[in-house]
């Protein structure tokens, strides 16, 4: 498709498990973002990759979240260990530039739910 | 830290009048605002942008003003409709002009906008 593609779209395990979330950004968009929307909430920063250069990490809640972005497309939002707070749809954007330009195009988002 | 807040969580209109959603930031470096609209169970879509050089930006059906003096954002739509029904955030870019990576899109919690027919 010609958008941002987010898997699983919904996600229930228990607490203390390992999940990976996917996204698949625009074709030949550079910047990747992900997001962490609680219910009720606004959009909270996680983690920002602009092309080759070094992931801006500072939004990570924890050390239990970890992300990559491999050949400049594909990224794989990680949470170890997870716990309940940890319940929220995960939201992934990318946009053409970088993180200044402001339209962001996201993905429907994965909804974790941890028990 | 400073952020980006909504005056209302919720605001209901009738169908055909015009919708003002409110939002007031505090950071003054802020540069760079944008609206997003949420519908039920899918991501965010850009509306609308403004930068800080502008007081007023028209699209369509949708305008925003900005007013710097205030730190104040609104977002206008003129004669809602159902379609318009959805949450409504803004965003601040606070510009980081020394690329210490410090810049980026701050979000607020939203306005759901309730449209009665």
């Known amino acids: 498709g010609a958008g941002v593609s987010q898997s699983p779209s919904n996600k229930v395990t228990e607490k203390g498990k390992d999940v990976e979330l996917r996204c698949d950004p625009i074709?030949?968009?550079?910047?990747l973002y992900w997001y962490r929307q609680s219910l009720g909430q606004g959009l909270e920063f996680l983690i920002y990759?602009?092309?080759?250069?070094?992931?801006?990490k500072s939004g990570l809640p924890s050390d239990r979240f970890s992300a990559e972005r491999t050949g400049g497309s594909v990224s794989t939002l990680t949470i170890q260990r997870t716990q309940q707070e940890d319940s929220a749809v995960y939201l992934c954007?990318?946009?053409?530039?970088?993180?200044?330009?402001?339209?962001?195009?996201f993905g429907e988002g994965s909804r974790l739910t941890v028990l | 830290g400073e952020s980006v807040g909504l005056h209302l969580p919720t605001l209901s209109v009738q169908e055909g009048d015009n919708s003002i959603i409110n939002c007031a930031y505090s950071n003054s470096a802020s540069d760079y605002f944008i609206w997003y609209k949420q519908e039920s169970g899918k991501g965010p879509q850009f509306i609308i942008d403004i930068r800080s050089n502008m007081d007023k930006r028209q699209g369509q059906r949708v305008t925003v003003l900005l007013n710097k003096t205030v730190k104040h954002l609104s977002l206008q739509i003129a004669a809602t409709q159902p379609g318009d029904s959805a949450v409504y955030f803004c965003?601040?870019?606070?510009?980081?002009?020394?690329?210490?990576?410090?810049?980026?899109?701050?979000f607020g919690k939203g306005t759901h906008l309730i449209i009665q027919p």
């Open positions: 074709s030949g968009h550079t910047a």
């Open positions: 965003a601040e870019n606070i510009h980081d002009a020394s690329g210490g990576g410090a810049d980026g899109l701050t």
């Open positions: 990759f602009q092309g080759n250069s070094a992931p801006d």
């Open positions: 954007a990318s946009s053409l530039f970088g993180r200044n330009t402001g339209e962001l195009f």
